[in-house]
């Protein structure tokens, strides 16, 4: 593992390299400790046009409403918050104001019905030398922007963007 890889320390247990561009770039597979790459999805958040895209959490920050976004292991049934724009990435978008407190949603595969997923991360940084520059010495959670996808572990059904921010 390439020890400069922009995975932030929260995901660092459970993530799988899978495409290795040094320290700006990186993508994972998601990966249980307990080795299940099959996950429950929830959300917060508002769901994207299907029309446009497979997103089902997709935001520009514009309405400062809080996006979270959690993986279950089918198998040991752990919860891993995989994203949260209140406290996750370089521009973190605290907004008390507005703190969106609604239901969590349920992740149902349009075509299956089912909420069993295996899931993908990419992360883009500014890079460590650039982030330690600006004082940022926990760069790696520090990224610039998130990508998640996933395949439905029922059907194989692709979702290229369940998350992007
Ligand atoms: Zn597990
Ligand atoms: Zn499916």
């Known amino acids: 593992m390439n020890p400069d890889s922009p995975i932030p320390g929260r995901i660092f247990n459970f993530a799988e390299i899978i495409e ?7 993508k994972v597979s998601l990966k249980c400790t307990c080795g299940c ?4 999805v929830h959300y917060l958040g508002k769901k994207g046009t299907p029309f446009l895209s497979s997103s089902i959490v ?6 400062g409403k809080r996006i979270v976004f959690t993986a279950k292991c089918n198998a040991c049934k752990n919860q891993i918050l995989v994203y949260d724009s209140f406290i996750d990435g370089r521009e973190n978008h605290k907004n008390t ?3 969106f407190t609604g239901k969590y949603c349920n992740f149902n595969c349009d075509n299956c019905n089912q909420n ?6 990419a992360y883009n940084s500014c890079g460590k030398e650039e982030l330690i520059k600006q004082n ?7 990224f610039e922007e998130i990508f998640i996808s996933g395949v439905c572990a029922g059907c194989n059904k692709a979702y ?3 998350l992007e921010e």
């Not at 790459?37 to 429950?40: E, I, L, Q």
């Open 116 to 121: 069993n997923l295996n899931l993908y991360i």
């Open 37 to 40: 790459k099959n996950f429950n």
């Open 160 to 162: 290229n963007a369940l």
């Open 97 to 99: 104001k507005n703190n």
């Open 58 to 63: 997709k935001t520009k920050h514009d309405d």
């Open 136 to 142: 940022i010495f926990n760069w790696k959670d520090c």
């Open 20 to 26: 290795d561009r040094g320290d700006v770039a990186v």
